[in-house]
């Protein structure tokens, strides 16, 4: 069974630009999640799709951040403009409907210049 | 507020030596997770506990859940190099919700 997918794996770009960070899960997990994981933290909720709609994106930074899943299956995230406190690792998750267990990707390396 | 505590948030120790990692909370949780991340790479999944005192045993690692799923422990013998790496303890008030605590780096060497 083929893991979460992520790309890019690293990206450098300047204050102020625009960045998307791409994911496919699991195939058949309906649950899509993205979490920061700033350095010496663990990681936190950005926000979790279930199919193709929004359950959780109280902690999304709305003004910069946005996040979709059109079809039920990848998902994008963005992040317009960046900032310096945005240099972080990114990382999607994905689970199914009926259990606790969530896999990661191997993330998103993100470093705002 | 950092709902999940854990400690120590650094371990270094030499290889062969026996070492434990707490989780502590104030909240209880329907079950507690366990996930060990290399850099560079995303946490990966070691065990799920969801009762009360339930202990799980992966090969030199064992883990414990409080009898009032509130805390949990994660006691690793004999480490080995190959056991560096941070550990996340992340806990579930309801499927599909995780709250992570900020990890313990663990260094082994050799």
């Known amino acids: 069974e083929a893991g979460v997918a992520q790309s890019p794996r690293y990206k450098i770009i300047e204050k102020r630009q625009s960045v998307a960070f791409w994911c496919n899960p699991i195939?058949?997990?309906?649950?899509l999640y993205w979490y920061q994981q700033i350095l010496g933290q663990g990681p936190k909720l950005l926000i979790q799709?279930?199919?193709?709609?929004?359950?959780?994106d109280s902690q999304l930074p709305k003004d910069r951040f946005s996040a979709e899943r059109l079809k039920g299956v990848d998902s994008t995230l963005k992040i317009q403009p960046a900032k310096l406190e945005d240099s972080a690792v990114y990382l999607c998750?994905?689970?199914?409907?009926?259990?606790?267990?969530?896999?990661f990707g191997p993330g998103t390396r993100l470093t705002v210049t | 507020t950092q709902l999940l505590e854990q400690s120590p948030q650094f371990l270094s120790i030499q290889e062969g030596e026996n070492l434990t990692v707490y989780c502590n909370s104030s909240?209880?949780?329907?079950?507690l997770q366990w996930y060990r991340q290399e850099p560079g790479e995303g946490p990966v999944l070691l065990v799920t506990?969801?009762?009360?005192?339930e202990v799980k045993k992966l090969k030199r690692l064992t883990f414990q859940f409080g009898d009032a799923r509130k805390d949990s422990s994660l006691h690793i013998t004999a480490a080995q190099p190959g056991d560096t790496g941070l550990y996340l303890c992340?806990?579930?008030?309801?499927?599909?919700?995780?709250?992570f605590g900020a990890g313990t780096i663990l260094r082994v060497k050799s």
């Open positions: 998750a994905s689970s199914s409907s009926q259990t606790y267990e969530q896999y």
């Open positions: 195939s058949g997990h309906a649950t």
């Open positions: 799709f279930q199919n193709n709609g929004v359950v959780d």
């Open positions: 909240s209880v949780f329907s079950s």
């Open positions: 506990v969801v009762t009360g005192g």
């Open positions: 992340a806990g579930a008030r309801t499927v599909n919700k995780l709250v």
